[in-house]
């Protein structure tokens, strides 16, 4: 049987499953912020934008936000905490204009922030806990996530200083950021949307394009080093312009691996999703 829910819908159902199972005091990737804390983001992000904004301007580090805090005090118990996630679960209320737009506004952060609790914790290092692979990812919401994601890359990869192509193995491919030199990120919609938003260490991708344009992209990114954003395939992967790698990277990607490249999967985490829905 289909299921005829949103994908929005879909994805928030699944991120309530996953919060009401965790443990509230794990670490998530999100520096700082423990499952708890991310689950009162959430909460206050739906109900009260005002004052997430109010913490931003304040300075405060991630954890010690004031009013992210105080709804985070009333969640240390079991039974605060479970209030706390059946309040993910029921979304933005019905007067918020997140609820008019939600498809457009809520998919990603949803689907980010599932997985910032799925592969925590962060060790010393800032390597992510492997996690298990999803079964609950619905051909719409793929379809979905990849045209919000990107829609709006381009803008989270304006400090690259290169080209940016995205690109979905077997799928579509879609340029970004146009420039005379660009890298192709490489992997299915979940970690594309995880690269583009930040998750550059947990995410799996592989990096195609010239040595040099792949160490410009990495360093113009802000807060990277080379390394942090996944696998990188310098020789014998993909080079040139951002229109000429749009063209070449449907047919490299459903080859498979070429002499010179790194898959972007790891064993630890198990296959990807399904892919087959374009």
Same mark, same amino acid.
């Given at each position: ?7 929005? +819908? ?12 965790? +443990? ?12 708890? +804390?991310?689950? #009162? ?36 118990? =079991? ?13 933005? =209320? ?11 506004? *809520? ?22 806990? =492997?996690?298990?692979?999803? +079964? ?16 709006? #890359? ?42 583009? *938003? ?30 942090? #954003? ?41 296959? =990807?999703? *399904?892919?087959?829905?374009?």
């Amino acid at each position: 049987m289909s299921d005829e829910r949103r994908p929005v +819908d879909v994805e928030r159902a699944a991120i309530a499953r996953t919060l009401a199972a965790a +443990d509230p005091g794990a670490p998530t990737l999100c520096a700082g912020w423990r499952v708890v +804390d991310l689950a #009162a983001h959430l909460v206050l992000r739906e109900r009260r934008p005002d004052l997430v904004l109010r913490d931003l301007l304040s300075g405060a580090e991630p954890g010690r936000e004031p009013h992210l805090q105080r709804l985070v005090a009333d969640a240390l118990d =079991p039974v605060g905490y479970r209030a706390l996630a059946a309040r993910v679960a029921t979304g933005p =209320p019905r007067w918020s204009p997140l609820r008019l737009a939600e498809s457009t506004t *809520n998919l990603v952060e949803l689907v980010v922030h599932h997985e910032d609790v799925r592969r925590g914790p962060r060790d010393a290092d800032g390597a992510s806990e =492997p996690a298990e692979p999803r +079964d609950d990812l619905t051909p719409d919401l793929l379809r979905e996530l990849w045209q919000r994601v990107r829609s709006t #890359a381009g803008l989270m990869y304006r400090s690259s200083g290169t080209g940016v192509v995205l690109v979905v193995p077997g799928g579509p491919r879609a340029t970004v950021r146009r420039g005379a030199d660009a890298v192709a990120v490489v992997g299915d919609p979940v970690e594309l949307a995880l690269h583009a *938003n930040g998750r550059r260490r947990a995410a799996q991708v592989t990096l195609e394009g010239r040595p040099e344009t792949i160490d410009r992209f990495l360093a113009g990114l802000s807060g990277d080093v080379p390394g942090d #954003a996944g696998p990188v395939a310098p020789s014998g992967g993909l080079a040139g312009s951002a229109e000429g790698l749009a063209g070449s990277a449907e047919g490299s990607a459903s080859r498979g691996a070429e002499p010179g490249r790194r898959e972007e999967q790891s064993p630890e985490r198990g296959a =990807p999703p *399904n892919l087959d829905v374009w």
